[in-house]
């Protein structure tokens, strides 16, 4: 039972152009959401999140769009540049009876930026 | 300097080892995690730990027991280790005691386990 989908495994993208990852929830008491990005033989870093109030996030080149009633979220990378080629992981709590529930993880997708 | 590190980084061994992986982390935060990555790419969480105490056990083989020996520290120890064990298991620390929320995790990089 897949909480958290990222349906595409795979982007590839332009150096310079808009990078455009999405994630899907099913669960609707989700009230935070994270990405994480990871390089192979690392660990997950966090990059960027958005609690559920709100409906956009910006920190520099990375935005994170949340669309509550689609249950959907996405992450905005412009320009996209070379070191961005990496995994990134879509994730998402909420409150449950009463207290704070575990990171639900995407299975990832996996960004190519080309020069 | 290395906020969360694991070891080993690789680990391989036969089916009915014993085997642990050790966690630790400098950035003195007061919760640390496991987290199983399998086949499928599903990054999921196995154990949390609240200085030292354990406040979260999925749904894992009693087989799998973690051990906090300081906040510092946590281990994972595997008995009787089994073909679908093969996974890459991450440590995490976060300062607060909530697993989500806006409670940033910190990552190890990982222990590759191969199970023959």
């Known amino acids: 039972d897949q909480q958290v989908k990222q349906n595409s495994p795979s982007l590839s993208v332009q150096e310079g152009r808009i990078s455009i990852l999405n994630c899907d929830y099913t669960?609707?008491?989700?009230?935070?959401f994270l990405w994480y990005k990871k390089y192979p033989a690392e660990g997950p870093t966090f990059l960027i999140s958005?609690?559920?109030?709100?409906d956009k996030n910006e920190d520099g080149r990375f935005t994170v769009f949340l669309n509550k009633s689609a249950k959907h979220l996405s992450l905005h990378i412009v320009p996209s540049q070379p070191g961005d080629s990496a995994v990134y992981f879509c994730?998402?709590?909420?409150?449950?009876?009463?207290?704070?529930?575990?990171?639900?993880f995407g299975k990832g997708t996996k960004l190519s930026v080309k020069p | 300097d290395t906020a969360v590190s694991q070891t080993p980084k690789y680990l391989v061994t036969q089916m009915g080892n014993d085997k642990s992986i050790k966690c630790e982390q400098n950035?003195?935060?007061?919760?640390m995690y496991w987290y199983k990555q399998d086949s499928k790419k599903f990054l999921k969480i196995m154990f949390s730990?609240?200085?030292?105490?354990?406040?979260i056990n999925e749904t894992v083989p009693n087989r799998f027991s973690p051990k906090s020996p300081d906040k510092a520290h946590l281990n994972l120890h595997i008995n009787s280790l089994e073909l679908g064990d093969s996974a890459v298991y991450f440590c995490?620390?976060?300062?607060?005691?909530?697993?989500?929320?806006?409670?940033?995790?910190?990552f190890g990089p990982g222990t590759r386990l191969t199970v023959l």
């Open positions: 669960n609707s008491m989700f009230d935070y």
């Open positions: 730990y609240n200085n030292k105490e354990l406040i």
């Open positions: 995490a620390s976060s300062q607060g005691g909530m697993a989500g929320g806006d409670n940033e995790q910190f």
């Open positions: 950035l003195g935060h007061d919760t």
């Open positions: 958005i609690s559920s109030i709100k």
């Open positions: 994730a998402a709590s909420g409150y449950f009876g009463g207290s704070q529930g575990n990171l639900i």
